[in-house]
């Protein structure tokens, strides 16, 4: 702020705050918002030490707070001698990629001309932890609390707009070619999602202590997120602090397993064949897909392109009338497909790859367990029900104390050939450090799940299984 002056000539720098009320006339005096102010926390490059310069001209955003949303001048700067450019949340360029300060930022992007402060933002994710709130929920949420509160910065927002409403050119958000009735002033789900994921991968990057991630393209988040779960889904989460209470609770010696259907969403409906390496091909594994597909379309971009190329059908309600015409089992799997990519998807997503590839001889006891003369397990029944292919929730392994130690998607019910799998990558990941004594104190809970006999096999040290 050293640098920029304002409409009278004066220095930013070093002026003490005014009240609100003082800035929201200034704002409407000189029609330009001075309520707040976002741009980069540094006036010298971090690469040549050199002053920073004005880049682009100020623009107006808007500021969504607990107090209701403010306006704000967003400030972008630049090195003349690096090239680098120093926005408000990321700096660097299209060679070198963007990354984040060292220093988190009090607002959060939700977009080009909206940001959330950061502790409003974390409102919402604890929302969505302790009572599964939903984007769409939030947004509606802060709404509403906005309008009953008649927040005093909403009224002079929405006065500001009214007179200048070129200031912000996002007023209208379009999701799933849908247009959604929001009003420049208010949040909607777009908003809030976009927010949410900057927030998380931000902190991964923190929590990791590699904040200095460089993002190259637009689907440079994407990546990282897939990256982000390949490694989630190979290990388990600390546990280090462990108190007296958790511990009474059966923390470290009681493991309760079990699968979660409310946490489902849409997958590509491309049919994968059942054979894994090494098994004999009569193991009931999955056989879809994992990733999601595209708006309004049958299949992930992938396997989209796939069909195309076969003359198959990809937009959603002309897959599903192909489907009609045709026997089951005439789909995409019928076709000659690329196996090896898409089994290593869906097992990279369970964490079960490494496993598979490494004890390739487990098919004989999988097999007799997942035997086909065996009636088919009832969770399936509300498959039919949906157009989309979708996951049957989650698997989770939880400890006796509440802690989470991991978790991962469920493709289809929970048969022993997943759950078998999903808990042996768990137990050598958890258990790799543990003495054998500790072992043998060790008791897990499954929770309705066919697959205790596979383990009692071939893990003696662990005192015992039973199914709740």
């Not at 009214?162 to 959604?180: A, F, H, M």
Request: net charge negative.
């Amino acid at each position: 702020m050293e640098i920029l002056q304002n409409n009278h000539g004066q220095k930013l720098l070093g002026l003490s705050t005014p009240p609100m009320e003082v800035l929201w006339q200034t704002t409407f005096s000189l029609q330009l918002p001075h309520t707040e102010y976002l741009g980069p926390p540094v006036i010298r490059c971090l690469g040549c030490d050199n002053m920073l310069e004005v880049h682009n001209a100020p623009t107006t955003v808007i500021c969504h707070t607990l107090h209701g949303p403010v306006l704000a001048l967003k400030i972008t700067l630049r090195c003349s001698r690096c090239l680098l450019n120093y926005r408000y949340e990321q700096y660097g360029s299209e060679r070198n990629g963007y990354r984040y300060y060292e220093q988190p930022r009090d607002y959060v992007k939700a977009s080009r001309t909206t940001y959330i402060m950061r502790s409003l933002q974390e409102l919402f994710i604890a929302a969505g932890h302790h009572t599964w709130c939903s984007f769409e929920g939030a947004a509606e949420v802060y709404n509403e609390m906005v309008r009953l509160s008649f927040s005093e910065n909403a009224t002079n927002t929405a006065k500001f707009l009214s007179l200048c409403p070129l200031r912000v050119t996002e007023t209208l958000e379009k999701n799933n070619g849908e247009d959604i009735d929001c009003l420049p002033y208010e949040l909607n789900r777009k908003l809030v999602a976009e927010a949410f994921w900057n927030a998380e991968s931000e902190m991964e990057l923190r929590e990791t202590k590699n904040i200095g991630h460089s993002f190259f393209s637009v689907s440079a988040r994407e990546d990282l997120m897939k990256e982000i779960d390949r490694k989630r889904a190979n290990t388990t989460y600390p546990h280090n602090d462990c108190s007296d209470k958790c511990k009474k609770r059966g923390c470290g010696t009681l493991w309760s397993c079990d699968g979660n259907w409310k946490l489902t969403y849409p997958i590509c409906m491309f049919d994968t064949p059942k054979e894994l390496s090494g098994f004999s091909g009569q193991l009931n594994y999955v056989s879809a897909c994992p990733n999601q597909p595209e708006n309004g379309e049958a299949f992930c971009e992938e396997h989209k392109e796939k069909a195309k190329s076969l003359g198959i059908p990809t937009i959603l309600g002309d897959y599903v009338k192909y489907k009609k015409q045709n026997s089951r089992d005439i789909g995409l799997a019928g076709k000659k497909a690329d196996k090896q990519v898409d089994l290593h998807a869906a097992s990279d997503c369970q964490g079960t790859t490494g496993i598979i590839d490494k004890f390739p001889n487990m098919s004989a006891d999988l097999d007799d367990e997942d035997s086909s003369s065996k009636p088919s397990c009832n969770k399936e029944t509300g498959e039919k029900k949906r157009i989309q292919r979708w996951t049957r929730g989650h698997f989770f392994v939880v400890r006796g104390g509440g802690h989470i130690d991991t978790w991962q998607p469920l493709y289809q019910s929970e048969g022993p050939a997943q759950v078998f799998l999903i808990l042996l990558v768990w137990m050598i990941s958890a258990m790799q450090e543990m003495s054998r004594k500790d072992r043998q104190e060790i008791y897990l809970a499954l929770v309705s799940c066919p697959a205790p006999s596979l383990l009692e096999e071939g893990s003696g040290d662990i005192q015992g299984f039973f199914v709740a």
